[in-house]
C-alpha cells in the first residue's frame, strides 16, 4: 500500500498541505489511518521485514527463534505482521513456513490499519504478483476459515477478497471459493465492481477473445482426446489444454453468477446486472459469452440502456460483429431496438458512420482493409433500418451518410495513398519481368541457325517449356502492370474500397506471382539446355534454386493477398442466424 502526501519546503521549514493519505486496495486515495496501538519499534524489527519482503527464510526463522513474539507481532506502521508483509510480495515459501508455526487463530488475525481488517489471504489474493502467487493462495486459501476476528468470507472484505482472486486470473479459486460461499457471487466492493465486471476485463480468458493460431483451432476441440491417446504430444498440446480448461472455469464462472443473481427479487436481479452496467462493459470489450449467457438467463436487458445507449448501438460503436450478429437474431432484426437515438440524435446508422475507437479500428491491418471494414459495417447497418432512418440528421445537421464521408476523409485518403504507394512498387517489379522476359524470346539459350533463324534446340523438351514459361512470364507480367496502372490512375470513391480496388490489387498480386514462378520457370529450362547436356544433377540443382525466389514472395506477400481475399471474397462477418454456427458458450460446455 503506497501512501501520497504533498509536502512543501518553504525556507528550510516543512509545511504541511493537505491530509496525508493511502491508495487502497482500489487506487482509491483514503485518509490515512495508522496502527494505534503499542509504539512499533521499526529498527528492532528491520531485519524481520527485509527477510519478509525477500522471502529469507534463514534470516527470519533465525529472528523468530530469538524472540518467538515476532511471529505474530505487529511490525509495520499499517499493522502487518511478517506473515501479512511475506503475502503481500507473493513470497510463497515464506508464508508457508511462517503459517507452519503460526496457531490458526494467528494465521486468520486481520491487520491493524483499520476497523475491516485483512487476512494475509487478502494480502495475497490483492498485492502478489500473480504468476508467482498462485500456490501461495492455495495454501493460504485452505488454512483460512471464516471465523472471529476476520471473518475472512462473510467480512467487509469478502468482495473484495473474491474480486481480487478472480481479477488475478485464479478461476478455480474463485470457484470453488463460490460454491462455499454462494452470496459472494453477487458481491460488489466500493466501486460497485462485481465478477462479471472483472471477467469483463479479460477478453482473452474466453473462446471468443482467443487469438488461436490454425493449428490451436484444429486441436482445440480434441486436445483432450489427443493428449491421452499420444502422450508424446502432451507437452505441445499442454497450452492449448491450459487455454480450453480457462475457457470452460470462466463459462463456469459466468453460469453460477447467472444462477446467484436470478435467486434474488427480481428487483435486486434487475438492480446487479444494470447497475454499473455490466452487459454493456463486456459488449463493448467483446465478452461474448458474458452477454449471450446473461440474456439467455435474463432477455429483458437486451431492453435496457445505460449512459443512454442499448446493446445494440454499443455493438455498433465498438464493432463487435459477433454480438451484434447475436443481438440481431436474438431481436429478430426488431425495428424498436434499432431506433434508439443518443444524446446527439444519432441512431444506429449514425454510429456505424463513425470511427471505432482504435483498438477496434487497428484490428484489422493496413489503411486500405480498414476503410473496406467500416463500409461493411455502414452497409450491414443499413440493411436493418428504416429508410426514412437513413436521412435522418442528427443534432449536427447530418446524414448518416455525410457523417461517414466527414469521419473517414482522413482514412480514405490514408487508403488510397497506400494502395497506389503499392501499386507503384509493384509495377517496377512487373515492368522489370516484362523487359527481361521480352528479351529472352529473341536471344534463345544454345542461338539460332544461320540459314533460317529456327532454335537449334527448337525440338529438346526442355525448349518447348522455356517457350511456354517465358510467354506466360511476360503475359501475365503485362496483365500486372495494367491491373496495377489501373490502380495507380484511378480516382478512388468511397465505394471503389468494398470490391473493386481490392479485386484489382488481388488480380495484379496473383498475376505477378504467376509472372515470378514462370520467369524462373523459363530461365531453369534454359540454363539445363545449355549446361544439362553434360551435368545432369544442373536441372534439379537449377530448379531448386528457381523455387527459392517464389517461395519468398509467398511468403512475404502471402498474408496480405489472404487478406485481401478473405475480407472481400470470403465469408461475411455478419452471419445470419440460419447459417451461424453453434454459439460461443456451447464451445466451453
Known sequence: MASASRIQINEGNLEKLDTITLLDIDGIEQPATFFTGPEVNLNYYRTLIQAAKEGDWVTAKRFIDNDGA???????????????????????????????????????ARDKRDIEGKTPLFFAANWGAPSKSKEMLWYLYTVTTDEHPSYAFTGPCSSSLILGIAAAGFYDITLDLLRRYPH???????????????????????????????????IYSPVGWLCKAVPAMKPRLKHVHGRKLVH????????????????????????????????????????????????????DLIWYKYNNHTLLQVAIKHRREKLFNLLIDMTARNTFLASGLDNDSNNILHMAAKLPPSPQLNAV???????????QWFQEVEKIVNDKWKWQMNSQGKTPRELFTETHKDLREKSEQWM???????????????????????????????????????????????????????????????????ILTARCAEKDFLELMPRRLALGFASL????????????????IVVGERYDWVFILMMVSACIPVFLFTILKLPLFRNIYL???GPSMFISKLNRRPSMTNKCR
Open 365 to 375: 491491418s493496413g489503411p486500405a482493409f480498414q476503410m473496406q471494414r467500416e463500409l
Open 70 to 108: 515476532a511471529l505474530t507481532e505487529v511490525i509495520s506502521l499499517q499493522g502487518m505482521t511478517a506473515l501479512h508483509l511475506a503475502a503481500s510480495r507473493s513470497q510463497s515459501e515464506l508464508v508457508e513456513k511462517l503459517a507452519d508455526l503460526m496457531p490458526a487463530a494467528a494465521i486468520n
Open 513 to 528: 506471382f504467376v509472372a515470378i514462378g514462370s520467369m524462373m520457370t523459363a530461365f531453369g529450362a534454359a540454363f539445363t
Open 184 to 218: 459472494l457471487a453477487t458481491a460488489r466492493d466500493e466501486t460497485e465492481t462485481t465478477i462479471l465486471h472483472v471477467l469483463s476485463g479479460h477478453p482473452h480468458s474466453f473462446p471468443s477473445g482467443s487469438k488461436l493460431g490454425f493449428w490451436e483451432r484444429f
Open 567 to 569: 475480407s472481400t471474397y
Open 248 to 299: 470452460k472455469q470462466c463459462f463456469e464462472l459466468i453460469e453460477f453468477v447467472c444462477k446467484q443473481a436470478v435467486l434474488l427479487d427480481n428487483e435486486k436481479t434487475l438492480h446487479f446486472f444494470l447497475d454499473g452496467g455490466i452487459l454493456h462493459v463486456a459488449t463493448g470489450r467483446g465478452v461474448v459469452e458474458i452477454v449471450e449467457l446473461t440474456l439467455n438467463y435474463v432477455p
Open 420 to 486: 497506389k504507394d503499392t501499386s507503384n512498387s509493384c509495377m517496377v517489379v512487373s515492368t522489370l519481368i516484362a523487359t527481361v522476359v521480352f528479351a529472352a524470346i529473341f536471344t534463345v539459350p544454345g542461338g539460332n541457325t544461320t540459314d533460317n533463324g529456327i532454335p537449334i534446340f527448337l525440338k529438346n523438351k526442355k525448349f518447348v517449356v522455356f517457350a511456354v514459361a517465358d510467354s506466360l512470364a511476360l503475359f501475365s507480367s503485362i496483365s500486372s502492370l495494367l491491373l496495377f496502372l489501373s
